[in-house]
């Protein structure tokens, strides 16, 4: 290779490009039917010409449609009020969601908790988590009666179309406690394309200097001024300098929310003990840290399924056991492919000492 000219280097180059291109195109055009979302890293999903002729609003139009129907097949497993509150805002807002007793039962046993966690390290900040699996909530009652309570279960299940919720952890965001720029989540942005449900039941009071969750009213809404504002993102986003943006999750500034019929973003102020259930298509951050560093403590879920199954999934708990194994095995993937390059998985293992 070195006795070759650098311009049949360069072209011998190109070629493995092309031909490397050529034959992972049909698992690129696949992944259109899934959650993949990265503008950057799928040549099909960043396409200027493809979106141009409509692909990323598609996805959105056809995300947005089949979780409208998980819904509304879940509808009667929650309150109207409850309904009413999500279709308007885009979240659940819950204050005194245990009752005191049992609160404090539940702050007690994860304060107590000393297991192995992941870490997850953005800017400034580290996002810890303990995955609750069948492991962990052997030891702890007060948190398996929570995932097993069925006022909790139909929140999250009705705002993630699903009948189970099984990715649950205790999550505690440590800002402000490693040098570099502010945390990324501090952006106004949205998480994906796709509907997606995410929960906090808060064990720390949170005020407005300690990094609350943030999130617009009514940005979960796929409105026209959405879809067009959508669009023309899709059409450069694969080149954004920005490059979550570029890999699916847009940030948005806040003085583009005006010109997208939308409010300013409400701050969540609250009380330990308040659950929030929020659609994190719509746009969110977590607010800005003015006194560091500050800790957050949360029992945090999440779900998010493939964007065009119109079905809730299946009632039995052997799913959640399926789910939660596939997950481990692809944390695990991510540990060996970081371990061949020498380096860290986004998410790396934290042992219990210095994570609890
Ligand atoms: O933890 C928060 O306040 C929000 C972070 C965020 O953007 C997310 O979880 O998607
Ligand atoms: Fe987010």
């Not at 960043?46 to 998980?70: E, I, T, Y």
């Not at 009752?99 to 046993?109: K, V, Y």
């Not at 064990?203 to 026209?224: I, N, Q």
């Not at 003085?255 to 330990?272: E, I, N, S």
């Amino acid at each position: 290779m070195n006795s070759l000219s650098p311009n049949k280097r360069k072209w011998i180059r190109g070629f493995s490009q092309a031909l490397k291109n050529l034959l992972l195109l049909p698992i690129r055009v696949l992944s259109l039917g899934t959650g993949a979302k990265s503008f950057a890293g799928n040549p099909v999903i960043g396409s200027p010409l493809l979106n141009r002729l409509g692909l990323h609003v598609a996805r959105l139009v056809l995300a947005d449609r089949a979780m409208a129907f998980r819904r509304l097949l879940l509808s009667p497993t929650v309150a109207a009020g409850d309904r009413a509150a999500f279709r308007r805002d885009g979240f659940i807002l819950k204050s005194d969601f245990l009752p005191a007793a049992e609160f404090a039962a539940l702050e007690a046993e994860i304060r107590a908790l000393r297991a192995p966690g992941r870490a997850c390290h953005q800017g400034d900040t580290i996002t810890h988590r303990i995955l609750l699996d069948h492991h962990a909530l052997a030891g702890l009652p007060t948190a398996r009666r929570l995932l097993s309570d069925r006022r909790y279960r139909r929140l999250l299940g009705y705002v993630a179309g699903r009948l189970r919720v099984p990715g649950q952890w205790v999550q505690t965001i440590r800002s402000g406690v490693l040098p570099g720029p502010p945390d990324p989540q501090t952006n106004l942005h949205i998480d994906t394309f796709q509907p997606t449900m995410k929960a906090w039941l808060f064990l720390d009071d949170v005020d407005e200097a300690s990094g609350p969750f943030t999130y617009v009213p009514g940005s979960h809404r796929l409105t026209r001024s959405r879809l067009a504002y959508e669009y023309r993102r899709s059409l450069g986003e694969r080149d954004s300098p920005d490059r979550l943006s570029a890999r699916g999750s847009l940030r948005v500034p806040v003085t583009d929310l005006p010109g997208l019929g939308l409010p300013a973003p409400r701050a969540f102020a609250v009380k330990r003990n308040t659950l929030v259930v929020a659609d994190t298509r719509g746009l969110h951050r977590r607010g800005d840290v003015l006194r560091r560093p500050s800790d957050r403590m949360e029992i945090w879920a999440m779900a998010r399924t493939n964007p065009f199954n119109p079905l809730p999934g299946l009632p039995f708990a052997w799913c959640d056991r399926l789910d939660l194994a596939l997950y481990r095995a692809w944390l695990e993937h991510q540990d060996t492919r970081a371990a061949k390059r020498g380096g860290q998985p986004s998410w790396r293992l934290v042992p219990p000492a210095e994570g609890s």
